[in-house]
Structure formats: structure tokens, C-alpha cells
């Protein structure tokens, strides 16, 4: 039992507390108005019949908050609440604040809001077509974007970034090739679908204010926040409990700064908790259309590769800056090309907002890529899987210059997941395999910090930003710190998340958190290891190398003195602790961090299928993934990462799409919305998890979670075209789609 | 988001339950609310009082009757029918039907009456008992009548039921023959279902009649009348090919609906394809019983 996760624990007995278990006290309750209107003028808005309900405290609009001016994380482009305009269907134009829920809820109802329709781009086709309505009139660019090159908008269109990076020749290369194969892919807009949705509660009080929120980026939050109201760091406070699911939907800024402006309006904490539907109109993984081109010699190995990514951003830029810069890299693959053109961009355009969803931008160049590679095997008659290993980059071998050399070797990754399928010989006639493999690169961000308090009576307390967020991130963290500390896990505890408490850390996301805030955490138990021992050299005046730490205190070599005694003793009161602190920067480790990623995010994907062929209906009833994660800390929590990470990939493939019509939503409700369910999940499932000590992080640890996401869709559209030579080049691969594709072939 | 406020009664007799729904304003029979709540949460609804028939005593009864027929209390949850002994033996197509609707969570509280009521046209139950040939009874204000299934659903989301009406229970002939029933879906609710009934001749070898209904295509069950007709008098291993004779005429004078669940050409394949398999097992379920 002592090894089990504690917040399981919690959970289970129904003890955890999220957001909307908690109350403030003279907490008032908001609900939000959306926009009916995918791109409009407000031309009015009455709120006085709401207003004048019993226990309505106030409606909170756009323009008593219009001063506060704009925020972003990359660029400056969202207002707290829309002020003149709407962009797209659900964007907030009220906050309805009462005593209760249900009379927030009624009074919303009565909020008359006056549109007047402005031309719409609700496609990435129309938004880039000549003429096109600007989404935003200007691009403020706000110089705090993470990545290589910064952020890239183009003035006077809808075009918010475009990243590019181009290595040798391509045209030179595409002259000389054997052959040349281009495709064109199209990726859906996917709801995160966390099973907790968006729900804040903000406390204004005069320059100080606190928020309780499900945010994966507490930090973040707390920049926005300070900056949107001119407030000090130090007096914003963000405090995360446990929350329901994020999967990058609740990463950088979310609803924050709208409840903390219904906050800041009525001087009283606000809750704002949203519905499920709601959550599916806040943000949205961003579509994306594709094109890609290889070229080949007569042996098959690539001499180039180029790729040109649209990703449909939505009303909002958010992070999809970032989601498009990483989709261009994500593209590359584990190989090795010695010339490559590579463009991304993120257009506006008037739907939900684009966000991070598990693997920034990775889904979506997967598809295509993974896709491609199988149709240019074919067309040059080779084994989709030796064409593979023809042009895999071996371990130590950079796929691109400005990237970190691969950690991995992926043919060791085919190779088992293809054992993994040797128990049944060769697929049946009915049956059919495919397969798809990805190495994307981690934003991991080498920044973070942590705090270990060892105490008199040998209980730990870690404290760090991670956030709780069912990945188990917690009881790794204390893990870590028992291990390093050589105590038993029981005796650490790990804080919950709270900005006022604990110290810097950039965010839980980009599979960082057990790496690079592990390693802050192995750190801080370090130095906390560092000043006991210390004590004892002091007290005990004996050398430091004959100490070490064991269960419950300092083994002397003759001797073990507990951690009471040396507190007592050293401190001459029966009562102390020591604070470790451990930081982590790019110059951590003589630099070894700083370089990008710091480690590969890996998967490979075999997927058996079996088709319905007079209904289109695919059904997975095999499929095996491996990742090279380093090392394993938790093997329950890890194999739930992987497994996890594929159950989504399987609704990207077969289910999942937000689908709007000329930019309104038609299934963003839970029921029109479909899912996976576990009886969806393939009966046999093998999750491999390659372990070799090689990893940044503690004990050899790489980061993981959201690799096992990105080889489902190619690999089992690779097992329709290996079976059917059909090539389905947008997802979901609905029956319907396969069936006509199937009739078409007829 | 919540509903809008309403009262709430518990009734204990059916007449108090149409009479307290009969009062001034609007009132609905309430029982699982896996529809009603939903409607009424996400506002399409409103009602000014819910009237909760779960006290009142019999509306859960399931028997065969004395002139065999099986009846089915219109209270009766999805999962109570699917364990129902009775069921289980005479038509356990119906009971696997009602293991397999929607989720376990609606199964548990959702009722088959409940699911008529609603109307909606994605849904398992109205095809089946449509092809079962069943009647549903209801009561209102001034007695009870019996409705055909075939007759119960107006339009998309609407019935003939009065709202003061309550529907108390689902009557159908015993079956004599095999009944099928499958669907197709891909996601929540069926994209295309198809129900079929047989009646068979002394000797069991020839198919009397047979009932078969295709639903989810338009906005209330569909019969197939050029598949009964072909059937009728048909020696049972003739069926299959029968069927696959008259299948694309029949298919043809389907009406069928654009919607999100597909397009009318692709589920109008899937109602032949669904009803093919039907009778497959149908002919199977003969060559096991003879």
C-alpha cells in the first residue's frame, strides 16, 4: 500500500478537491454570456432586466474593463471579456454575477445583446483568400515567445505566425532524385474533452489577488494576470488543487483574466465554473492542413524533404505560435534528411480558439508524415517498414542541425513493437497491420525550482509548481525526493500547488515536469541531505565521507544517529528542519540542458486492423506501442501516460472532430461529441516502455506521456492502405469515409 | 448549466399523475429524466412542474398475458427489461436490445416509456416494437387508448400523446417466430436500425408473415413493405435471397434523412446491410430450433 500514489488514494475515496469543491467564503457565482455570433459588432448590450433580478450582484461587460486593454502569451490580441466585437461562436460578452448559480444562470437569459454581422473567415481557406476580413486589424507582438526566431506575424492579414527553417538544397536535391511523392493531408479541430472543465474561482482585494484555478501553467497565469491588472507578482497568488484533466486546455492563460475582471468588478470572489460545452467552446486543438514532399534515390533513401503546415488557430492566437513552430519540426520524423524545407502557419480564423493539446502540433505533422511515408514506399515498391529503416537517423545522429542529436535508436522501437505482434504469425486476410513512428521535441524549458523540507521526525515535504493533474506528477516528485534522501515514500509529501508557497517553475506540460522539476527536486534534496550531513560534521565532528543517509537518519558507519537526534542535539531544541533548495536553469549541469529538446519524445505504433467492409466500420482489435522513456519511476503511472496518450489518439483517428459550419459550432456537447470508450480500446494492448538509464532526468529518466499519441492515425490508416490501397488523407477515418473510399475503389 | 426553476410532485395513483400534470401551466411526467433532464438543462425544455410517476405502483410490471401477449409497464428501465426472465425467454431480442442502449448510466434509470415518449428518432426501442407490431396504452384525463407503435411517433422529437396523457404500458403480441434486431452506430445514439419479426406457419419450416421496420432514417420507423411482402408463405432458407431480390426496390422507397449520423445513400446501404445480416440469424435461429 505505502508505494501506492497517494492522490489515488484521495480520489478514490472521494476525499480529492478540485476547483467547485471549494468555497470562498462570501463567494458570488458567474455565469457567461457567449456570442451567438461568429464574427459581429456589438452594437448593444442591456443588461439592466438582468440586473434588476433578486441576487444579481452585477453584469460584468466589455467596456468596464476595456482600460485594463488586451493580454496574450505570445501575442497581445484577447480582451478580458469582448468589448466591441466577437470573433467567434461562445466568446464571452457577459458575466452575469449573483448570490447563487441558478440565479446567474437566469439572469443570463435576460442579457439582450445587439450583433450586428461582420464578413467571416471561419476557414483557413477563406481567411487566407484575397480580401479576406481581418480578424485582427494589428499583431502586438509581445517578445516573450520561447522558441528560435520569435514570433512572426504577418501585418495586414490573418497570418499570425509563420515559422521557417530550411537545411541544404531541396530544389537541387528534388532534380536528382529517382522520384518525387507529394501529398496532401487534413487534420480536424479536436475538443481536449478533460473530464473537468474550465472552473475558476478569482478573489480581487484591493492590489492583491488570488485564484484558484485548474491551470497547468500557474506561473503563467500569474504573469497575465499581473501584468493585464498592474499588479506585483507578489500579490498574485494562483493555488492549484487537484484537476480533472488538462491535456494542454487548461495551459498558459485560459479564463483566468475573465473571472478575475468579474472579480475585480465587484470587489468579492467569483466562481466561474463551466459546463462541459462550454469548455468545448473556450479552446480546441488547431486543425491543420498539410502538404508534403519527399524525394528519393533509386535505393530508397531520402535526399529531401519539404513540408508546408497550415494550422487553423482560431478567433485567438493563445500558444498557437507555438503549435505551429513545433509542427514544423515534428515533421522531420526520426530521419535522417540531409535537405529540408519546412514551413508552418497559424492563421486566425473566426472558430474557438487554437490551444497546446498533447504534443503541440504533433498529431497533426504525424498524420501527414507517417501517412506520406507509407504512399512513397509504395510508389517506389519497398516494405513500408524497410523504407523506414533505410532512412532512420541512428542514435548520436542529429535530424536536423539546430536539434539535439537523437537519444534513441527507433529501429530498436520497430523492432518491438513488431515482437510484440510475433506470437500470431502474418496477419490474416481479414486482418491487416500497419505501422507509424514519431520523435518530436519536447519544449521542455530547463527552469524550474523546488523546495525539500527534511523534518525533525524524518517526514519531507516537497514543494514545487507542478500541478496535480491525474499524470501523477506528485508522487514523483515525492519519489524522487525519497529516493535521493533514501527514505521511505511514505514519509514525503508532496504540497499541493500554490504560487504563494511554491517556488518558480515555468509550467506542467511538454513532458518536463518529471525531468527537469525532477531533477529541481533531486537537487533540493541534495542540498537538504547536504545540510544534515553538514550537522552531524559539525556536532559529531566527524568527515563527511564516512556519513550517509539512512531510514530515518545518518548512518555514521558504527553508528546511526536518527534525524531527532541530530536536530536535537545540533540545535539544542527538541524540534527543526532543514530547507533544501534546488534550481534548475540552461546553465544547470555546465550547460547541458540548454540545448533543444533536452531529451526526444519517441513512439512507434503497429496497429492490427480489421475492416467492416460492408459498413466501413475499423476495428482495432491489436496494437502495441513503445517509447524510449529512459527510465521508469512509477510503472503504473507511466504505462497509464503511454496507454492514455494512444486511447486519445484512437479517438483522433476514428471519432474526434469540432466541426463547424461557416464557423458555428454543430457538436460541441458531450453527446454530439464523440469519444473513445474503453470498450473502443483494442483488447490487446501492449505498452512497451524501453528503459536504458540515457535520459536529462533523475536516475536516467526522459520525459513521456505524449508520444504514444502521435502513431495511431498513420498506423492504421497504413493498415487500410497495406490492406485495401485505400489512402484516407483526413481524419476522423469515419466508417462513412472508409466505406466510400471502399465503394470508390469498386 | 441547470434548468430553469419548477416544482416537483410525487404522484402515487396514475390519476394523480395526470391530473396534477393536467393543472394550470405545464407539467411532465417525470420518471429516469435521462432525456428530460438533459433537455431541460441544456434549456430546449422548460416545464413548470415535473410529476414523478417512480412511486406509482404496476407501471414496472412485465407478465404475458392471458390472451398471450407480453406486457411491459412503461416504467420499466432498459436494464430491468434486458434481466427479465419473461423477456429473456420469449423475445430476447428486446432484451438484448435494452442491455445495449445508450450507456449503463441511462440503462439504469432510463425508461422504455420514457424513451417512446421522447420521440427521438435515434433511437433503439420504437423500431423494434414497431416490427413487434406493438400498441402502447395510454391514459389521460378521460380514459385509456391504444396507439400503434407504428402510429406513436409524429415527427422528429413529437408523439401523438396528449401532454396530460401518460403512457402506462407496452402490449405485443407473443412472438412466434425469430426476431432480429441490429443497428449501426458510431457514437452515441444509432445511425440506422432494423428490427424484423417472422411469424411462423405450423411446422415452423414457412415464414406467415413478417414485420420488419428500418429506423433512425427518417423521423419515425419505416416499414418495408416489398421485404413483408416477398416473405410472406416464403419457406424459411428461401429468405435470404428473397429478401436480396426486392432488397434495392425497397431500399428505394425509404426516406431518408441527411443528418450527422451520415449520408442518405450510405444509410440507406447500411438498412440493407443491417437487415441482411438480420436475416441470416433469423434463418440461423430456425435452423437451430428445428
Known amino acids: 500500500m505505502s508505494s501506492v500514489r497517494p492522490d489515488l488514494i484521495e480520489k478514490v475515496t472521494g476525499r480529492a478537491e478540485y476547483i467547485t469543491d471549494l468555497t470562498v467564503p462570501d463567494m458570488l457565482h458567474g455565469f457567461v454570456v457567449r456570442s451567438p455570433a461568429v464574427h459581429a459588432r456589438i452594437a448593444s448590450i442591456d443588461t439592466s432586466a438582468a440586473r434588476s433580478m433578486d441576487g444579481v450582484v452585477d453584469v460584468l461587460i466589455g467596456e468596464d474593463v476595456a482600460s485594463f486593454g488586451c493580454w496574450g502569451v505570445v501575442l497581445k490580441d484577447r480582451p478580458i471579456i469582448a468589448i466591441d466585437r466577437v470573433r467567434y461562436v461562445g466568446e464571452p460578452v457577459a458575466i452575469v454575477i449573483a448570490e447563487t448559480i441558478e440565479i446567474a444562470e437566469n439572469a443570463a437569459e435576460r442579457v439582450d445583446v445587439g450583433y450586428e454581422e461582420l464578413p467571416r473567415a471561419a476557414t483557413i481557406q477563406k481567411a487566407m483568400a484575397d480580401g479576406a476580413p481581418l480578424i485582427h486589424e494589428h499583431h502586438e507582438n509581445l517578445q516573450d515567445f520561447y522558441f528560435k526566431g520569435g514570433a512572426k506575424p504577418t501585418q495586414g492579414s490573418n497570418i499570425f505566425h509563420t515559422y521557417r527553417n530550411n537545411v541544404g538544397d531541396v530544389d537541387a536535391a528534388e532534380a536528382a532524385a529517382a522520384y518525387v511523392h507529394e501529398d496532401h493531408f487534413t487534420f480536424p479541430a479536436i475538443s481536449h474533452f478533460a473530464m473537468e472543465p474550465h472552473a475558476v474561482i478569482a478573489d480581487f482585494k484591493g492590489d492583491s489577488l488570488t485564484v484558484w484555478a485548474g491551470a497547468q501553467t500557474p506561473t503563467a497565469v500569474q504573469k497575465v494576470l499581473s501584468r493585464l491588472f498592474g499588479l506585483q507578482l507578489a500579490k498574485v497568488r494562483v493555488i492549484v488543487p487537484f484537476v480533472g484533466g488538462g491535456f494542454g486546455g487548461k495551459a498558459s492563460v485560459k479564463i483566468e483574466p475573465l473571472v478575475a475582471g468579474a472579480s475585480w468588478k465587484v470587489q468579492r470572489p467569483v466562481r466561474v465554473a463551466q459546463s462541459i460545452s462550454d469548455s468545448m467552446l473556450t479552446c480546441r486543438r488547431l486543425g491543420a492542413e498539410v502538404t508534403i514532399r519527399t524525394a528519393v534515390d533509386a535505393k530508397g533513401r531520402i535526399l529531401a524533404k519539404s513540408a508546408k503546415l497550415l494550422l487553423d488557430g482560431g478567433a485567438y492566437s493563445d500558444t498557437g505560435s507555438a503549435v505551429a513552430t513545433k509542427s514544423a519540426n515534428r515533421i522531420i520524423g526520426p530521419y535522417a534528411v540531409p535537405n529540408l524545407r519546412l514551413e508552418a502557419s497559424a492563421i486566425y480564423t473566426n472558430t474557438v480558439p487554437g490551444a497546446a493539446f498533447r504534443s503541440i502540433g504533433g498529431p497533426q505533422a504525424v498524420w501527414a508524415k507517417e501517412s506520406h511515408m507509407d504512399n512513397v514506399a509504395a510508389a517506389i515498391g519497398m516494405d513500408p517498414a524497410e523504407f523506414r529503416l533505410k532512412n532512420l537517423a541512428a542514435r548520436g545522429e542529429r535530424t536536423r542541425p539546430d536539434l539535439r542529436a537523437l537519444d534513441m535508436d527507433m529501429s530498436e522501437l520497430m523492432g518491438r513493437v513488431t515482437q510484440s505482434f510475433a506470437s500470431e504469425s502474418q496477419a490474416s486476410n481479414r486482418r491487416s497491420r500497419g505501422m507509424a513512428v514519431a520523435a518530436t521535441d519536447p519544449a521542455n524549458t530547463p527552469i524550474a525550482n523546488a523546495i525539500v523540507r527534511l523534518k525533525i521526525d524524518g517526514s519531507i515535504l516537497v514543494s514545487v509548481s507542478s500541478i496535480e493533474v491525474g499524470q501523477g506528477a506528485h508522487a514523483t516528485m515525492a519519489r524522487i525526493a525519497a529516493q535521493t534522501l533514501k527514505q521511505p515514500f511514505s514519509a514525503v509529501s508532496t504540497l499541493r500547488t500554490d504560487t504563494a508557497v511554491a517556488p518558480y517553475d515555468w509550467g506542467t506540460g511538454a513532458s518536463r515536469s518529471t525531468v527537469v522539476v525532477g531533477l529541481s527536486v533531486e537537487n533540493a534534496a541534495l542540498d537538504a541531505a547536504d545540510q544534515i550531513l553538514d550537522m552531524v560534521v559539525d556536532v559529531w565532528e566527524l568527515p563527511k565521507e564516512s556519513l550517509s543517509l539512512v531510514e530515518g537518519g545518518v548512518s555514521t558507519g558504527s553508528e546511526v544517529l536518527t534525524f531527532h537526534q541530530i536536530f536535537h542535539r545540533t540545535l539544542g531544541v527538541d524540534s527543526g528542519e532543514v530547507v533544501g533548495r534546488g534550481a534548475i536553469t540552461p546553465r544547470s549541469k555546465k550547460g547541458a540542458l540548454a540545448e533543444s529538446p533536452l531529451f526526444w519524445e519517441t513512439s512507434a505504433g503497429l496497429a492490427e486492423i480489421v475492416v467492416d467492409e460492408d459498413t466501413g466500420e475499423i476495428h482495432v482489435p491489436r496494437y502495441a506501442s513503445a517509447a524510449d522513456v529512459g527510465r521508469v519511476i512509477d510503472r503504473v503511472a507511466a504505462e497509464g501516460q503511454d496507454e492514455g496518450a494512444a486511447a486519445m489518439g484512437f479517438g483522433h483517428a476514428l471519432y474526434e472532430q469540432l466541426e463547424f459550419e461557416d464557423g458555428q459550432p454543430v457538436n460541441a456537447t458531450p453527446i454530439d461529441y464523440t469519444i473513445p470508450r474503453i470498450s473502443d480500446v483494442p483488447p490487446v494492448f501492449d505498452t512497451i516502455l524501453v528503459e536504458n538509464g540515457d535520459g536529462p532526468g533523475p536516475g536516467g529518466a526522459k520525459g513521456m506521456g505524449e508520444g504514444a499519441i502521435l502513431p495511431v492515425a498513420p498506423a492504421i490508416a497504413n493498415a487500410l492502405f497495406s490492406a485495401y490501397g485505400i489512402r484516407i488523407t483526413d481524419l476522423p477515418m469515419t466508417p462513412e469515409k472508409v466505406w466510400r473510399a471502399l465503394q470508390k475503389r469498386k | ?290
Open chain 2, 1 to 290: 448549466m441547470l434548468p430553469t426553476p419548477f416544482e416537483f410532485e410525487r404522484a402515487s395513483t396514475i390519476a394523480d399523475a395526470v391530473s396534477a400534470v393536467g393543472q394550470e401551466g405545464d407539467g411532465m411526467f417525470y420518471s429516469g429524466g435521462t432525456e428530460l433532464l438533459l433537455a431541460m438543462k441544456m434549456r430546449v425544455i422548460h416545464t413548470e412542474r415535473l410529476v414523478d410517476i417512480k412511486g406509482i405502483p404496476g407501471l414496472d410490471r412485465i407478465v404475458l398475458n392471458d390472451a398471450n401477449e407480453l406486457e411491459i409497464g412503461s416504467r420499466c428501465t432498459h436494464m430491468k427489461i434486458a434481466g427479465d426472465s419473461v423477456i429473456r425467454e420469449h423475445v430476447p431480442a428486446l432484451a438484448s436490445l435494452c442491455a445495449n442502449v445508450a450507456n449503463v448510466r441511462v440503462r439504469s434509470v432510463g425508461t422504455i416509456g420514457g424513451n417512446l415518449c421522447f420521440g427521438e428518432p435515434h433511437a433503439d426501442p420504437p423500431t423494434l416494437l414497431g416490427a413487434l407490431d406493438a400498441r402502447l396504452v395510454l391514459q389521460g384525463p378521460n380514459g385509456t387508448r391504444s396507439v400503434h407503435a407504428d402510429d406513436f411517433i409524429r415527427s422528429e422529437l413529437e408523439t401523438v400523446r396528449e401532454p396530460d396523457e401518460l403512457m402506462i404500458v407496452i402490449i405485443f403480441p407473443r412472438p412466434t417466430g425469430p426476431i432480429t434486431y441490429r443497428r449501426f452506430k458510431h457514437g452515441e445514439r444509432p445511425s440506422v436500425n432494423v428490427g424484423m419479426v417472422w411469424s411462423m406457419e405450423a411446422g415452423a419450416h414457412s415464414i406467415k408473415s413478417a414485420r420488419v421496420r428500418v429506423g433512425a432514417l427518417g423521423s419515425r420507423p419505416q416499414p418495408l413493405k416489398a421485404v413483408e411482402g416477398v416473405l410472406k408463405g416464403l419457406p424459411v432458407h428461401d429468405a435470404h435471397r428473397a429478401i436480396q431480390s426486392v432488397l434495392a426496390q425497397a431500399l428505394d422507397e425509404l426516406d431518408v434523412n441527411e443528418d450527422r449520423h451520415g449520408s442518405a445513400d450510405y444509410k440507406r446501404h447500411l438498412a440493407g446491410v443491417l437487415l441482411l445480416r438480420n436475416a441470416e440469424e433469423a434463418v440461423a435461429m430456425r435452423g437451430r430450433a428445428t
